[in-house]
């Protein structure tokens, strides 16, 4: 073999393996924020801070409206509207919900109108640490670490942690703080009307109101009472 060929396989190695060391790496400091955020309240996510990055790209405008609250401090109706929308099984599964992921999957194959399968564990983790683009590599670390999520956080915390970062608008994380800008009142308070119109915002909070959202949200009172809440 010419030395050439071997100084480059040699290097090419070489970057392999540090690559594989940079990605163990990052995968462990990853799981320690998921044990650590057991017991502490984020900052901000990778969407939050992708937003800003777009606001500042753009030159436009960007007010953040972020408030974390425990989750006795939001109303049981407005916790039961986010499951029933986004994950109804959510009391059921470990993380993944292979039913809704198959149903998903049939659908895009047929052409049909894209469903997605994703569990709000799955959504957490895809917020806290990889914001909103899409790639293999991304769900296939998401995979990884939703088991995670769901070890050391446990369905509680998935829920306070989820209810409270996602975005539900241009600027507006969490659920105290899009009660207060869409209804001019408190998480707790809000009522099971208002709790269904922000559910049904959440698969596109930046193109979508809650004024707007009246058959959906009649869609998703409906399951709400089919599941006994």
Not at 41 to 57: F, G, K
Not at 59 to 79: A, C, G, K
């Amino acid at each position: 073999m010419p030395p050439e060929n071997a100084a480059r396989k040699s290097a090419l190695r070489y970057f392999g393996r540090w690559l594989l060391i940079g990605v163990a790496l990052l995968w462990v400091l990853a799981a320690l924020m998921l044990v650590a955020a057991r017991w502490i309240d984020p900052p901000t996510t990778a969407v939050h801070m992708e937003r800003r990055l777009q606001a500042w790209i753009q030159h436009t405008t960007y007010h953040e409206r972020y408030e974390f609250v425990p989750l006795r401090q939001i109303s049981p109706d407005l916790q039961h509207a986010v499951v029933a929308a986004e994950d109804a099984r959510f009391y059921q599964h470990h993380g993944f919900d292979w039913h809704a992921m198959q149903i998903a999957a049939e659908d895009d194959m047929e052409g049909g109108r894209i469903r997605g399968g994703s569990t709000l564990t799955q959504q957490l983790v895809k917020n806290l640490f990889f914001g909103t683009g899409r790639s293999i590599l991304r769900k296939g670390a998401e995979f990884t670490l939703v088991p995670v999520a769901e070890l050391v956080l446990g369905k509680h915390r998935i829920l306070e942690l989820y209810i409270n970062l996602v975005e539900w608008g241009p600027g507006v994380y969490g659920a105290e703080s899009a009660c207060r800008y869409y209804y001019r009142t408190s998480a707790r308070t809000t009522d099971r009307e208002q709790a269904a119109q922000l559910a049904a915002i959440l698969p596109l909070p930046l193109k979508r109101r809650p004024d707007h959202m009246n058959h959906y949200s009649g869609l998703i009172l409906e399951r709400m009472r089919q599941m006994g809440w």
